[in-house]
T-cell receptor, first 112, second 115 residues
Framework: QKEVEQNSGPLSVPEGAIASLNCTYS??????FFWYRQYSGKSPELIMS????GDKEDGRFTAQLNKASQYVSLLIRDSQPSDSATYLC????????????FGKGTKLSVKP | DVKVTQSSRYLVKRTGEKVFLECVQD?????MFWYRQDPGLGLRLIYF???????EKGDIPEGYSVSREKKERFSLILESASTNQTSMYLC??????????????FGPGTRLTVT
């Protein structure tokens, strides 16, 4: 069973803090990893992709990948109330015909 | 700029009606997908297509069919709508299967209510 696991939250952080969102996946040979942000009532929006072990930074967002531990995370620095949303982790696993397996998402709340 | 559009944002249909949901992408993507999203269940793949006139079942194809006559357009059909098909329907497209960076881009979604 191919799975992507996320803590459903809610994760509550104060404005200006670092929010840390975590995701584990079941298939060791997965190749591609994505983070989507979804505001309530809206569709998922791609915010980060990562393919190699290590960190990838884009503005206030940093994605971290550790394939040996089957773990991918998203850090949001200087969190803003506008970051309040559900964050979906998605993984392209072997045998999934290129389809993404999505986690159920972590709800983030940034308090002013 | 990446663009996926869906024919309706909100739709209300009666039980037993045939329902068509349309999706169009302008990125020349080979792959297109239909998902439904329900609270607590996450995103579930209904059908996908990796080429014109090609389709593959996803995790929950029962009660649905699809059509892809042109590369840019992927339609989801509910042959006889039922109340348990009330949901948010999301279309997505991506670069071809097998490419490592197969990023999916979503349309705005259609919230379908079947009464």
């Amino acid at each position: 069973q191919k799975e992507v696991e996320q803590n459903s939250g809610p994760l509550s952080v104060p404005e200006g803090a670092i929010a840390s969102l975590n995701c584990t996946y079941s298939d060791r040979v997965s190749q591609s990893f994505f983070w989507y942000r979804q505001y309530s009532g809206k569709s998922p929006e791609l915010i980060m992709s990562i393919y190699s072990n290590g960190d990838k930074e884009d503005g206030r967002f940093t994605a971290q990948l550790n394939k040996a531990s089957q773990y991918v995370s998203l850090l949001i620095r200087d969190s803003q109330p506008s970051d309040s949303a559900t964050y979906l982790c998605a993984v392209n696993m072997r045998g999934s015909q290129g389809n993404l397996i999505f986690g159920k998402g972590t709800k983030l709340s940034v308090k002013p | 700029d990446v663009k996926v559009t869906q024919s309706s944002r909100y739709l209300v249909k009666r039980t037993g009606e045939k329902v068509f949901l349309e999706c169009v992408q302008d990125m020349d993507h080979e792959n297109m997908f239909w998902y439904r999203q329900d609270p607590g269940l996450g995103l579930r793949l209904i059908y996908f297509s990796y080429d014109v006139k090609m389709k593959e079942k996803g995790d929950i194809p029962e009660g649905y069919s699809v059509s892809r006559e042109k590369k840019e357009r992927f339609s989801l059909i509910l042959e006889s709508a039922s109340t348990n098909q009330t949901s948010m329907y999301l279309c997505a497209s991506s670069t071809p299967v097998g490419r490592i960076n197969s990023e999916q881009y979503f349309g705005p979604g259609t919230r379908l209510t079947v009464t």
